[in-house]
């Protein structure tokens, strides 16, 4: 079996799940937020299913939402990743450790430092995930009372990638010589003073901690617009995206790695990493049955609203027991009203039902038992739309132990997953090279 | 014996030791800044003494020195305080953990959201080390040419410090009530919107996380000057202060608990702790023996320059390996100069060993037996000089060895230190109290 057709898996974490009524589900922890022992728990639970990284999600604010949605959300307080993530590394040996940075209210020296920091204590297992951030809300909590605008973001996150990445590179891998003999502890002749000055960002350096033990930490990148395919193009190793449907994914696989080739990468150099939403059961029919019940548990004052966004119609007035009424269609709402049309007539949903799911979460998701769920990653593999996937838990534990402890062994058994980790660090895991020190041999 | 008469130990750490010599000493780890495990081993012996916490120095730049002494400094690289005291966390249980963070070169909510995290995860163990980075190096790696100018750095450091802990009481400490039947998870009367608009920040809030445990992180200040004591007088419930002798100690001591009553605070809700440098023999002689070793892995070039600077006088054209000879006093360098001149006498040192003192570690040092070192502690508790101390360790792992395992023990003896933890904080153990939420009864 090729190492390279087998699926890449990350968990995508947030400690209640992304999943709004997640928290209320039988056997979840309400507490998950607060609890470092219920991560740890997850951490390891991973790690012992050979998963590739824990990807932890990031806001950098309280999200701006109607009071009886936002009473009603665990998503309110949460870890900030990097003490999360350090704190995991030090009780885990392999499992890869995924951090959300933004290039927009941070500053370069920081995040390649606390970086370079996690990627030495973890021995080589940190990864970054490059986010602009684009809610607003954010902007008010670092001293701008307007967001940051679209364009801009993208070109400060581009500089910003180069010095931090610079900055990785400041010692040479064989710089630091520590012969107490001679009393020489390192050779200033590998070291490089970046001195980076660009139209966003102004940076001295060197780094003050030697160059991480993957060269640099694995570049993850999840913008889907125009500026955010080039940019992963440009500079991801991981790319974490949400295509609805196969075929959207086989579409936005085949523009990413087709804008590797145009600037000197290999395909293999970037891998593609959908967020997938896993529900398991005994049979398709408990799945769904398992799923229902999850949405049930999102208010439906807190919901509709999501309906009438993603309808771009107000469904307020529908009533939330019946089928969903005939809608007129509009030019501003076309892709959103046909797939809740399709969401309606597929699974024979109530307004109700249709609100609960988009207010609980409406991406990808693959809804049935090992096999099928097996089924459908092997075809996205085999299809190329994608080169594995980032797990959603629907609810904690349960949702990740049906995953670790039933459709991975399966997907094991059919050798489309490892059976143990091969390497030590992040990029051994995902299959990348190390990256070449740009000022040094 | 009462407990408030008791000392406290924090141990002041750098992986390899302050002193710039300890790589090159029997016995050293040479790649303690590389190994996380190394640190652990660190922790766990602190752990095992009953120290009140881990206290991890930091600096935002490689200093600026000339390339003889950089490139024999150990200091070049470390680990970045939150991911290192995070890791730490996870593998340990009682022992506080104090982190370096600068308010010129950071943001609010980013400091706030950090140490919430660190507090969450070690379960009320953190404490911040409110610094304003005086290293004009460090501003360079932050987009600024020159340096923050001293006055503004400390106007700044008293808004963020009102910012973080108003951020820090985002929410009331029941304002999470997760009652999985009705659907609450938390309750927005009890949540504040700090929305602060000062001189210096803009911060809309609230925190995306949940008050820490202990209320607030326990805060610590180093500054010595006078803007520096008054902060500390209004903001800090340890000072971290390196007075040069009982004396220079009492005043200070007395300085600064005499400015409590003024901003309507008890005596007892602020501990100074004086850095010490603690040298441990068998014999007296063999403690100084052992200090004039470490003193001598210092680099001859690389030391004379510190000389010069503690003198006020060029001293790179002295006989090395002569007694000092006569300097014109200056008005520039009294105290200075008057220091070494004591120090040369009282020790009988060489200019090479002088030079080499001063740049290894010339601040307060306690050099003897257990009986000696554990006789000028006390003294100090006794005569108000301080309220315990933050240990400096000569070497790494020895010295730590000598303090943990030797001179821990005899304090416990006397009375003078625990021999177990009282309570599960780092507030509990300095006998702090839990600061009430600003916004909530």
């Known amino acids: 079996m090729n190492a390279a057709r087998q699926l890449h898996l990350g968990a995508f974490m947030r400690p209640v799940s992304l999943h709004t009524g997640a928290w209320r589900y039988p056997g979840a922890y309400p507490d998950a937020n607060f609890?470092?022992?219920?991560?740890?728990?997850?951490?390891?639970?991973?790690?012992?299913?050979?998963?590739?990284a824990f990807f932890m999600a990031d806001h950098l604010a309280v999200l701006n939402m109607p009071i009886e949605a936002l009473r009603r959300s665990h998503t309110v307080t949460s870890f900030e990743p990097f003490t999360l993530l350090s704190a995991l590394a030090a009780v885990t040996e392999r499992i890869g450790l995924v951090a959300t940075a933004s290039t927009t209210f941070d500053q370069p020296y920081h995040v390649a430092r606390r970086f370079a920091s996690l990627d030495h204590i973890s021995a080589g297992r940190a990864g970054w995930n490059i986010v602009t951030t684009s809610n607003p809300d954010a902007a008010r909590n670092f001293g701008l009372d307007e967001h940051v605008e679209h364009g801009e973001r993208y070109a400060r996150a581009r500089e910003f990638f180069d010095v931090v990445t610079g900055l990785w590179d400041s010692f040479?891998?064989?710089?630091?010589?520590?012969?107490?003999?001679?009393?020489?502890?390192?050779?200033?002749?590998?070291?490089?003073?970046?001195?980076?000055?660009?139209?966003?960002?102004?940076?001295?350096?060197?780094?003050?901690?030697?160059?991480?033990?993957?060269?640099?930490?694995?570049?993850?990148?999840?913008?889907?617009?125009?500026?955010?395919?080039?940019?992963?193009?440009?500079?991801?190793?991981?790319?974490?995206?949400?295509?609805?449907?196969?075929?959207?994914?086989?579409?936005?696989?085949?523009?990413?790695?087709?804008?590797?080739?145009?600037?000197?990468?290999?395909?293999?150099?970037?891998?593609?990493?959908?967020?997938?939403?896993?529900?398991i059961g005994d049979t398709v029919e408990e799945a769904r049955a398992r799923r229902l019940r999850l949405d049930s548990l999102v208010h439906y004052d807190s919901a509709i609203a999501s309906l009438s966004i993603a309808l771009g119609h107000d469904a307020s007035g529908f009533d939330p027991d019946a089928p969903l009424p005939p809608i007129p269609e509009t030019n501003d709402s076309k892709t959103g009203r046909a797939q809740v049309l399709k969401l309606a007539e597929e699974e024979r949903l109530t307004v109700r039902q249709l609100a609960q799911r988009y207010g609980g979460y409406a991406g990808l998701a693959f809804v049935g038992t090992v096999d099928t769920v097996a089924d459908e990653m092997a075809a996205w593999l085999e299809e190329k739309g994608s080169d594995g996937f980032n797990v959603v838990f629907p609810y904690l534990p349960q949702g990740l132990d049906d995953v670790a402890e039933r459709l991975v062994p399966e997907l094991q058994r059919r050798g489309l997953f490892r059976t143990d980790y091969a390497g030590q660090t992040l990029r051994d895991h995902l299959g990348l090279s190390r990256p070449k020190n740009r000022f040094f041999e």
Chains 1, 2 share one sequence.
């Open 35 to 52: 609890s470092f022992a219920r991560l740890k728990s997850f951490a390891l639970k991973l790690e012992a299913a050979k998963f590739d």
């Open 172 to 279: 040479a891998d064989d710089a630091f010589i520590r012969d107490a003999e001679s009393g020489i502890f390192f050779d200033p002749e590998r070291l490089h003073v970046l001195d980076h000055t660009g139209p966003e960002l102004k940076v001295r350096g060197p780094l003050n901690i030697a160059r991480p033990p993957q060269g640099w930490p694995v570049i993850v990148q999840a913008g889907q617009s125009e500026p955010g395919r080039q940019l992963a193009a440009e500079t991801a190793e991981v790319v974490f995206c949400s295509p609805r449907d196969l075929s959207a994914g086989k579409a936005l696989y085949a523009d990413i790695k087709g804008r590797l080739a145009a600037v000197g990468r290999a395909p293999d150099s970037l891998k593609i990493l959908p967020a997938a939403f896993v529900v």
